[in-house]
């Protein structure tokens, strides 16, 4: 069963059950291994993906020169057929693994979200679609007022 | 007690692009505060949107979100009038829930 | 000595141009023209806007009073159209006053609030919000498409005019800066950040009525006009400017009405 549908069952047992709670519906969602990795292999380990294929059908968005490693926008569309998630990683952060969005219900596969980065890097996302694994990365370099 | 998102869905041909705004510290564990103390982590780690009571997005976040972050959702097959409920909950099981109705763009 | 620190600053001047060809020979545009855009697209000033709302609507304070009792200069709790018109003179306290500054004495005198309390929060940071720069982002944001009309009708708000002209061009401080020797040419930049030119109307019409208050990325916050002059002055090392100072309004009024005709749009969004 994907990740996504288990946690929706439990979302709805404990709806059923009254006492709707969700942070304790999706706790059991969260990635921990993934989010806690300090290294690109053991997220994608974490993800499933370590064997992931380039892909030319993965569009990253993203700034060439970002003035405020603080804030940048990082947009990643999919054209791979039933994408049922991205991810999205920031290869040289302390904890590379920044966000994981899973779609269903007419989600497009499409993600949008503004992360923080540490250093100039590759910004790697990752794409999940019919249970085998895709990638592309785009390099951002960060510069916090410039070049010094 | 967390403040209102800023929700903004409107419809661009069947295709809904949801866009939301959070006010939130999502602090790493790493920054000192003006006293020299670390500021312990606190940061979202799930966002759930529904459209029409289904839930389309499910995201999992780290504390590498931007502070006050901003993300997306794009839903095929939405109306005008269709109601999206965004969902978020943080390491100290705080939340916040916030509505709102897809407008013709 | 004083030699070794001038050979160290060329010779790090020189290789900050070798290192990074590409950012010193562009309009330091290229390579940054989609992060700016993608940020521009989402403000979250807008949860500011939304704060300040709030805000100025609640009772709170000493007197456990609202603002909407307060004369922004449109009349008791108007807020539309109020951006407009200021700086302007406020017979109340006999003075011109910029929206900070009359926002600073609706909250003492219908509030209750201690000035000195106001000012000492009145920058946000990562710890503390500021209600200031909330209430600025709400009021500013009720002007949104009107167009800027500072009217110096009164004989005050035509000397604050002058006076704001003077300081606007007077060299002063350790490093004889006047305001014009960073915003008197076109093209001039702090590292990667193009200075506007303020000596041409057009470019103070895009720039004044679309930021401040605008939200700041590197700061995380909304900052305001008074942030952004105290900020200025702290860049020529000069002494702190005071919050809401006569100095700080005469220089607003000045640049304010120079942007007289351009259009409202705030919170604007700055790196």
């Known amino acids: 069963m994907n990740p996504l549908r288990r946690s929706l069952l439990q979302f709805a047992a404990l709806a059923a059950a009254g006492w709707l ?81 899973q779609f269903a219900n007419g989600a497009e596969p499409y993600a949008y979200v503004r992360i923080k980065m540490g250093q100039t890097a590759h910004v790697r996302a990752i794409v999940q679609a019919g249970g085998k694994f895709f990638t592309a990365t785009r390099e951002v370099k960060i510069t916090i007022g410039g070049c010094g | 007690m967390a403040e209102p998102m800023k929700i903004r869905a409107r419809l661009k ?23 020299g103390a670390l500021v312990p982590m606190h940061f979202i780690k799930h966002v759930l949107v529904t459209h029409k009571g289904n839930v389309v997005y499910d995201a999992q976040w780290s504390q590498a979100v931007s502070r006050n972050p901003v993300f997306a959702v794009r839903v095929k097959g939405a109306k005008a009038g269709d109601k999206v409920v965004v969902t978020w909950t943080d390491n100290k099981d705080d939340k916040r829930t916030d509505e709102a109705v897809i407008v013709a763009a | 000595m004083i030699r070794n620190v001038g050979r160290v600053a060329a010779m790090a001047t020189v290789l900050a141009i070798t290192l990074c060809p590409a950012l010193a020979q562009d309009k330091a545009g290229n390579g940054l023209a989609v992060g700016r855009q993608m940020l521009a697209e989402d403000n979250p000033g807008e949860l500011w806007v939304e704060r300040g709302r709030r805000l100025f609507h609640e009772k709170r304070g000493p007197r456990n009073a609202s603002l909407e009792q307060c004369d922004l200069g449109e009349g008791p709790g108007v807020v539309k159209g109020v951006f407009a018109h200021l700086p302007r003179y ?43 720069e909330a209430l600025v982002s709400y009021i500013g944001a ?42 008197g040419d076109s093209g001039k930049r702090i590292r990667l950040q193009e200075l506007p030119n303020m000596t041409r109307a057009e470019e103070l019409r895009e720039i004044i009525p679309t930021g401040w208050p605008a939200y700041r990325g590197t700061h995380s916050t909304v900052r305001t006009m008074q942030h952004r002059l105290y900020d200025c002055f702290w860049q020529m090392r000069l002494p702190d400017l005071g919050y809401a100072s006569d100095l700080s309004v005469a220089l607003t009024t ?17 790196r």
């Open chain 1, 21 to 101: 709670k969700t942070s304790q519906a999706v706790a059991a969602a969260w990635n921990a291994a993934g989010f806690e990795a300090k290294a690109t292999a053991e997220v994608l380990k974490s993800l499933g993906a370590s064997g992931a294929a380039e892909s030319s059908d993965i569009a990253i968005t993203a700034p060439d020169i970002a003035e405020n490693g603080a804030v940048v926008p990082i947009e990643v569309v999919s054209r791979i057929p039933n994408t049922q998630a991205i991810s999205i990683i920031a290869e040289k952060n302390p904890f590379p693994l920044a966000a994981t969005m």
């Open chain 3, 90 to 132: 406020f017979a109340d306290t006999g003075k011109v006053q910029d929206l900070e500054s009359r926002l600073l004495t609706c909250m003492v005198q219908l509030q209750g609030f201690k000035r000195e309390d106001i000012i000492r929060t009145r920058f946000g940071t990562l710890d503390r919000n500021s209600d200031l």
């Open chain 3, 142 to 183: 009720a002007s949104n498409g009107m167009r800027m009309n500072v009217r110096l009708k009164h004989a005050q708000e035509r000397d604050m005019y002058k006076a704001g002209e003077y300081l606007f061009y007077r060299r002063t401080g350790p490093l004889d800066f006047a305001c014009v020797t960073c915003h």
């Open chain 2, 13 to 35: 041909g069947d295709i809904a692009d949801i866009r939301v705004l959070v006010a939130h510290p999502m602090e790493t564990g790493q920054r000192k505060n003006a006293g």
């Open chain 3, 254 to 270: 000045y640049l304010y009405h120079s942007a007289n005709g351009g259009v409202i749009n705030l919170p604007g969004v700055r």
